[in-house]
């Protein structure tokens, strides 16, 4: 009998298999998009989108945007990025009440926005872990993690580079067990340790501040940087961009729909 129950258990897993309802679930585990360097992009995280930028990338708002909108982008060609704040509290998001003031800093120079105290993943990671799931639920292809630096900042918490270490990791393991894509928000000291831990980078203003080779670890090992500056005119900027294989653009701070590519 013992040499029959595996045989019959296989059976009844064929059978489930063939009469089981298919996993809703778009994003399955373990597939997930790695952007090349050199891809043009979009990110527009105010005002009405436009999804008529002709670039393969767009980066907008994973609260702000139904799954239609994504949806949208996806039967335009594009793949598309899900902006989430990862390391700062927004009094204007559906969730907020969902954080503890305990976990709550100093501001972090935005309207209504805070600093987390990251060293609590025993209350941010179920937080997290909410954000992208509702990022995979709408079908984003990867997310834009943002505020992972709070280290290097006035936070209101003594957060050293091994808590921003731990707590970068994790956000990064939690977009992956979800099929998605996850980018490194600035935080360029930490590069060496973490390029293995995220799929691409995001930067603000490397140019401005003499900072984009620090960036060419992520090109080096196939990843795509996506890089904006607000201040530079592009030709100031895009010949060094495009030397280092960075998918740059001149963008204004309230990252509308107006862009200008290098």
């Not at 019959?8 to 489930?16: E, I, K, N, Q, V």
């Not at 006035?154 to 707590?167: E, H, K, N, S, V």
């Not at 003499?210 to 592009?234: I, N, Q, S, W």
């Not at 100031?236 to 107006?258: D, H, I, N, T, V």
Request: charged share 25%; hydrophobic share 40%.
């Amino acid at each position: 009998m013992r040499r029959l129950l595996p045989l019959l258990a296989g059976l009844l897993l064929l059978a489930t298999a063939c009469t089981a309802a298919p996993d809703p679930d778009p994003k399955p585990r373990g597939e997930r998009w790695l952007p090349k360097p050199g891809l043009a992009w979009q990110w527009q995280l105010s005002g009405r989108l436009d999804p008529t930028v002709d670039v393969p990338v767009y980066d907008i708002d994973g609260f702000d945007h139904p799954a239609s909108a994504v949806a949208d982008l996806h039967r335009r060609g594009r793949k598309v990025i899900c902006y989430l704040s990862t390391g700062a509290w927004e009094d204007f998001r559906p969730d907020a009440d969902r954080f503890p003031k305990a976990v709550l800093g100093e501001g972090n120079g935005w309207k209504g926005e805070r600093w987390l105290d990251i060293r609590r993943t025993d209350v941010l990671e179920p937080l997290m872990a909410a954000r992208l799931d509702m990022c995979r639920t709408k079908g984003f292809d990867a997310v834009e993690p943002d505020n992972m630096d709070g280290y290097l900042n006035r936070t209101g918490f003594p957060l050293t580079a091994a808590d921003q270490l731990r707590y970068n990791r994790l956000i990064a393991r939690l977009a992956h067990d979800r099929g998605l894509a996850v980018g490194l928000k600035n935080d360029l000291d930490q590069i060496p340790q973490l390029l293995p831990d995220f799929d691409f980078a995001v930067n603000e203003q490397c140019a401005q501040y003499t900072e984009c080779d620090r960036l060419a670890p992520f090109v080096a090992a196939g990843k795509a940087v996506f890089h904006v500056e607000y201040e530079l005119k592009t030709a100031e900027f895009c010949p060094q961009a495009r030397e280092l294989g960075l998918s740059s653009m001149l963008k204004r701070y309230e990252l509308g729909a107006w862009r200008q590519a290098c």
